[in-house]
């Protein structure tokens, strides 16, 4: 962006109708289009999020053998409040576009152990679900 105007490089959500991504990809696409920072603030916000959040857990498996996340979900939320608060905005304000807000975004996600991770699988066993006659 700063190739547009070195002097006032412009916001990713002044040029683009939609931003999104997954996962670590979709906190960078909140950071430019819902909470309008620029590329160097996104970089700079994503990479102290960064050192705090994905530092890797010692143990991966509790006592009782469950196995857990690869990341601590409450660092993560605490980093993404953090963010919220220095950005101006409520640490647990929604998230949601505005109807009108001229850049629109989507984050994916997947809920590990509820859905199939194939997606052509999942969908052939829904169909199948529907189409066969009950007992």
Do not use: W
């Not at 010692?58 to 996340?69: D, N, Y």
């Not at 001229?102 to 994916?108: R, T």
């Amino acid at each position: 962006m700063t190739a547009v105007d070195p002097e006032s490089p412009p916001k990713p959500c002044d040029y683009f109708d939609m931003i999104g991504g997954t996962s670590t990809g979709g906190l960078i696409a909140i950071m430019l289009g819902r909470l309008h920072m620029t590329v160097d603030d996104c970089i700079h916000a994503y990479a102290s999020l960064s050192d705090s959040v994905f530092e890797k857990k010692s143990r991966r498996v509790t006592i009782k053998g469950k196995l857990q996340g690869r990341f601590d979900a409450a660092e993560l939320e605490r980093a993404v409040k953090k963010i919220l608060v220095d950005r101006g905005f409520d640490e647990n304000a929604l998230l949601k576009d505005a109807p009108d807000a001229p850049c629109k975004v989507y984050v994916l996600f997947h809920l590990f152990g509820l859905y199939s991770a194939n997606p052509l699988d999942s969908s052939a066993r829904r169909a199948k679900k529907l189409t066969t006659p009950s007992a």
